[in-house]
């Protein structure tokens, strides 16, 4: 078991800044990636950003302005958001895969990003 807790979470006016954090604990050994979901009203759940051991990824409509880093030796994976937009509000998700199932098994509370215009 798992468990991933966000914070970092705000108000912010369109061209802020935001960081978000998620701490991991638990059985880490059994994850092999970690992950930024996000989830607005009436719209379906997306990726935001992941990484590995040797990789990142980002979803095009978040490349040049988020960044995903981690900290091996505190557990946690931040996301650095920078030149926010009214349209990146939503709830956002940390999650974590799974090794035995390759699949986003742990999930946190998720943390509100509120981009005013």
């Known amino acids: 078991q798992v468990q991933l807790v966000e914070s970092g979470g705000g108000l912010v006016q369109t061209g802020g800044s935001l960081r978000l954090s998620c701490a991991a604990s638990?059985?880490?050994?059994?994850?092999?990636?970690m992950g930024w979901y996000r989830q607005a009203p009436g719209k379906r759940r997306e990726l935001v950003a992941s990484l590995t051991h040797d990789d990142t990824n980002y979803a095009d409509s978040v490349k040049g302005r988020f960044t995903v880093s981690r900290d091996n030796a505190k557990n946690t994976m931040n996301l650095q958001m920078n030149s926010l937009k009214p349209d990146d509000t939503a709830v956002y998700y940390c999650?974590?895969?799974?090794?035995?199932?390759?699949?986003?098994?742990?999930w946190g509370q998720g943390t509100q990003v509120t981009v005013s215009s």
């Open positions: 638990g059985n880490i050994f059994s994850i092999n990636a």
């Open positions: 999650a974590a895969r799974r090794v035995v199932t390759m699949s986003w098994d742990y």
